[in-house]
C-alpha cells in the first residue's frame, strides 16, 4: 500500500473513531451508571441496574419485539412496492429514467417533519381521504385512519421507499439485456428469466435496500410519535420517553446500546449473504 493510501485508511478509521467509536463508548459508559438528580443526571459507572431493569420489565421486551416487528413488514412491503418500480426505473428510456427518478428523490426536498404532518392532515377524521370516501358514498362515518398501526406502517414505508429504490436501480441498471436475450433465444419465459437471471443478479441491491429500510425503521420515533396512538409501542417512542420525561439517562443508554447489538446481527448476517454471492 502506498502512502497515500495508508494516509487515506488512517483518516478513514480516525473518522470512524471520532463520530461512531467515541459516541458508543461514552453512550455505554453512562448505561453502567445510575439514575440520580443532578447535572448530570447519573453517577459513576458501577452499576448494572439498567441491564437488570430491561431483563425483569416486560415494557422494553415488547417494545423490542414491535420495533422489530413493525420495521420487517415494513422491509417487505416497501421490496415489494420498490422492487417494480426500480425494474421500471431501470427498464425504461433514458429519457424517462432521469424524471422517473427525479420523481423519486422528489419528496426529499422538503422537511421530513412536513411531510408526515401532510399524512396527518390527509388521515385525519375531516382529512381528504375520509372526505372523499363520504363524497363518493363509500362511507357513512369517518374512518379511524389516524392514531393506528396501520397509520404508522403508511408512514414508514412512504419515508423509506426511496431507500429501497435507489439501490435496487442502481443495481438493476447495471444488468447487461444480452443474458435476458440469450435466455428467450434459449426458450425461457420472461417470468422464468426473471427467477433465474434478473432476481439472483440484483441480490445485492436488495440487501442493500432492506438494510437502509430496515435499520431507521427500528429506532423510529417522530412517525410513531405523530401518526400512532397511546397504545403504539416501538422502542424509539421509549427511549424518548426515559431520556426526557424520566431523565433515566442509565436506562436510556441501555436501550439503546441493547437496540444497537440487535441491529448488529441483521447487519453481518447480510454481509455475511453478500460476501458468499460474491465468492460464487
Known sequence: MTGAGKGALTAVWLWIALVLLLPFAIVLKISFATSQLGVPPYGP????SAYAALIHDNLYLNAY???????????????????????????????????????????FWTSFLIRIYAWIGLLRPTGLVNTVLESL???????????????????????????????????LEKLDPALLEAAADLGARPWRAFLKITLPLSHPGIIAGCLLVFIPAVGEFVIPELLGGPDTLMIGKVLWSEFFTNRNWP??????????????????????????EARS
Open 137 to 171: 358514498g363509500l362511507i357513512d362515518a369517518p374512518l379511524r385512519l389516524i392514531n393506528t398501526d396501520g397509520a404508522v406502517m403508511l408512514g414508514i414505508v412512504y419515508t423509506y421507499l426511496p431507500f429501497m429504490v435507489l439501490p435496487l436501480y442502481a443495481r
Open 45 to 48: 459507572p458501577v452499576s448494572f
Open 65 to 107: 419485539l414491535s420495533s422489530l416487528r413493525t420495521a420487517f413488514v415494513a422491509t417487505v412491503i416497501a421490496l415489494l412496492l420498490g422492487y417494480p418500480m426500480a425494474y421500471a426505473i431501470a427498464r425504461c428510456s433514458q429519457r424517462w429514467r432521469s424524471i422517473l427518478l427525479l420523481l423519486v428523490v422528489l419528496p
Open 251 to 276: 436506562m436510556s443508554a441501555a436501550v439503546a446500546v441493547i437496540l444497537l447489538a440487535l441491529l448488529i446481527v441483521p447487519i453481518m448476517w447480510f454481509q455475511s449473504v453478500g460476501h458468499r
